[in-house]
Antibody, heavy 117, light 109 residues
């Protein structure tokens, strides 16, 4: 069955960096576009970034553009999110999701990122 | 940029009642509209895609309708496990930006 498992979250100071990972299994990872979506505590969902199956195309929300970088390693069935210059407002649960026909059809359980001094 | 609005913000109903949730887009999204359910402490779960298609394993009591700018998620008879927050979502063709609505909370009356 499809599984997505995020890791790498934690507590980081403002201005710091963190790298999130998402391990995929149960499907042909290299066939699918993938996304990162976040959810601040008690708030709604916010799409963060998107990467095509071959990494040829990426896109970012304006709120993270220039600070976050999405990447993937199809040989390792893994998705990544490098987050730099973190701010308090980046505090959220970060989900990876498989993108099929413009929707996230499978989601991981999420990893919590807390940005605080 | 397409903006999604959802109404009502909260819907208080009893088990067995019918729930009707609305999602409106600021411009046409054709039929590229999805609905998700999220329970506390859990990841969102895809319910409906392309406005009216149920995702794998989703019970028939969930149905979606609409096109263009106005969409509806209907739960025909609420089960206890259906009390949750529901989000609509669209992804534009170009650039491929996902947009979520603010959510509708369905709680027990």
């Amino acid at each position: 069955q499809v599984q997505l498992v995020e890791s790498g979250g934690g507590l980081v100071k403002p201005g710091g960096s963190l790298r999130l990972s998402c391990a995929a299994s149960g499907f042909t990872f290299s066939d699918y576009y993938m996304s990162w979506i976040r959810q601040a505590p008690g708030k709604g969902l916010e799409w963060v970034s998107y990467i095509s199956s071959s990494s040829s195309y990426t896109n970012y929300a304006d709120s993270v553009k220039g600070r976050f970088t999405i990447s993937r390693d199809n040989a390792k069935n893994s998705l990544y999110l490098q987050m730099n210059s973190l701010r308090a407002e980046d505090t959220a649960v970060y989900y990876c999701a498989r993108d099929t026909n413009r929707v996230g059809d499978y989601w991981g359980q999420g990893t919590l990122v807390t940005v605080s001094s | 940029e397409i903006v999604l609005t959802q109404s009502p913000a909260t819907l208080s109903l009893s088990p067995g009642e019918r729930a009707t949730l609305s999602c409106r887009a600021s411009q046409s999204v054709s039929s590229y509209l999805a609905w998700y359910q999220q329970k506390p402490g859990q990841a969102p779960r895809l319910l409906i895609y392309d406005a009216s298609n149920r995702a794998t394993g989703i019970p028939a009591r969930f149905s979606g309708s609409g096109s263009g700018t106005d969409f509806t998620l209907t739960i025909s008879s609420l089960e206890p496990e259906d009390f949750a927050v529901y989000y609509c979502q669209q992804r534009s063709n170009w650039p491929p930006v996902h947009t979520f609505g603010p959510g509708t909370k369905v709680d027990i009356k």
